[in-house]
């Protein structure tokens, strides 16, 4: 049974960086891909960024462009989400999922029902 763990989510000033991590277990990310999800308070969840176990592909949302990076550990078994320079529009509940092969990027971004296991979320919040 696969299971996803977020982690790493935390209060930050504007600016501020964190690290948030998503953790696999009952499988490795090698077959997977990997997309960071978040959802504020009264907004619809939009997809941030996924990464392609296959070949380290990445998709990001526009809006962090250039201040988020998203990686794997060595073993496959690890996501993070390298969040910098953040603004108070990032806070949100992010949350990890996975699915069977690579990212599917729609014209209204990252897909999400293409994902078949989804962790609990981790809470940002970005004060000004």
């Known amino acids: 049974d696969v299971q996803l763990q977020a982690s790493g989510g935390g209060l930050v000033q504007s600016g501020g960086s964190l690290r948030l991590s998503c953790a696999a277990s009952?499988?490795?990310?090698?077959?997977?891909?990997v997309g960071w999800f978040r959802q504020a308070p009264g907004k619809e969840r939009e997809g941030v960024s996924c990464i392609t176990g296959s070949d380290g592909s990445t998709y990001y949302l526009d809006s962090v462009k250039g201040r988020f990076a998203i990686s794997h550990d060595n073993a496959k078994t690890r996501v993070y989400l390298e969040m910098n320079n953040l603004k108070p529009e990032d806070t949100a509940v992010y949350y990890c999922?996975?699915?069977?092969?690579?990212?599917?990027?729609?014209?209204?971004?990252?897909?999400?029902?293409?994902?078949?296991?989804w962790g609990k979320g981790t809470q940002v919040t970005v004060s000004s």
């Open positions: 009952g499988v490795t990310f090698d077959d997977y891909a």
């Open positions: 999922a996975a699915g069977l092969g690579s990212c599917t990027v729609l014209r209204e971004g990252l897909y999400s029902d293409a994902m078949d296991y």
